[in-house]
């Protein structure tokens, strides 16, 4: 069995109990030391044999597989192995070569960075899609027609961008194109190694993000989220979800819960 894990954004509990598991029953771990910490491999019992990635073609990869076929194989993936993770051409070698196979989701950077800014990215009125995207950058040949940062920026929805730090003008310039929802005063925050020991948040906007972003000499394991929804609080609307004057499937309205402040169910 071939199990892709998803490692978490970085600090070695935000792996789920179900991939903690499989990486304390793996005979084989293949993992990128670029973008995991090796606090990760912790997890994992004595005499594994691990193969670093950061150097490895997908060829080199897929024969370690090959090599192991009987073996419990893990391929460790930072945050969730579904956002940018480079699994598709792995999953449908196992496929053709008909391996077993699974996933076991992690907690993406985006949510780690969420928890980071303390913010939640769907705000009532303010903000209801969160896109995850990136600068096309050097793998421009790969980005799909109309889906650039300055063609998602029309929305004004709240952005995650990752792998994008080492081009902050580019992004600033984007962020800010023709008919773009944000302004040079949308909020953004630029989150470096969320949940790493050196994590760092700097808040910002959009007008300041390449200082700021450039400021932070980071280029790598950057998230940058941008957004009227991370305005400070009240900006926005309260969710109808626990309002006592708005009814759903569990819970009735309360007509005097403006005054009790609670909600009664009527028959
Ligand atoms: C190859 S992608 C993998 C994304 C990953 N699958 C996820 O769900 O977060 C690597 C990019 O994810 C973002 N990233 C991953 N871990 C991060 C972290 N701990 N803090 C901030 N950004 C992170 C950065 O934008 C980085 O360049």
Request: glycine fraction near 8%.
């Amino acid at each position: 069995m071939i199990s892709f894990v998803g490692a978490g954004p970085g600090a070695p509990d935000l792996i789920t109990l179900r991939g903690a598991a499989r990486l304390a029953a793996a005979d084989v771990v293949v993992w990128a030391s670029s973008l995991v910490p090796a606090a990760l491999l912790d997890h994992c019992r004595p005499g594994v044999r691990v193969h670093d990635s950061k150097t490895m073609t997908l060829e080199d990869v897929l024969a370690v597989y090959a090599a192991h076929a009987d073996d419990a194989v893990v391929r460790l993936h930072s945050g969730d192995p579904a956002v940018y993770g480079a699994i598709q051409e792995q999953i449908d070698w196992c496929v053709a070569a008909q391996r077993d196979f699974e996933i076991v989701p992690g907690v993406s950077s985006v949510a780690a960075a969420a928890a980071a800014v303390q913010r939640e990215l769907t705000i009532p009125g303010l903000a209801q899609s969160v896109v995850l995207t990136r600068l096309a950058g050097r793998t421009a040949a790969s980005m799909p027609a109309g889906e650039s940062v300055a063609a998602f920026a029309v929305h004004g929805a709240t952005m995650a961008v990752f792998l994008s730090a080492a081009r902050p003008g580019e992004l600033q310039a984007e962020l800010l194109g023709p008919a773009s929802g944000y302004g040079p005063d949308t909020p953004a925050v630029i989150v470096v190694r969320a949940s790493w020991p050196d994590e760092q948040v700097v808040t910002t906007t959009v007008g300041s993000l390449a200082r700021d972003l450039t400021a932070t000499g980071a280029t790598m394991t950057v998230l940058v989220l941008v957004g009227d929804a991370l305005r400070p609080p009240s900006a926005g609307a309260r969710s109808h979800l626990y309002d006592p004057m708005y009814s759903h499937t569990y819970r009735i309205r309360s007509i005097d819960a403006t005054t009790t402040g609670r909600a009664s169910r009527r028959a």
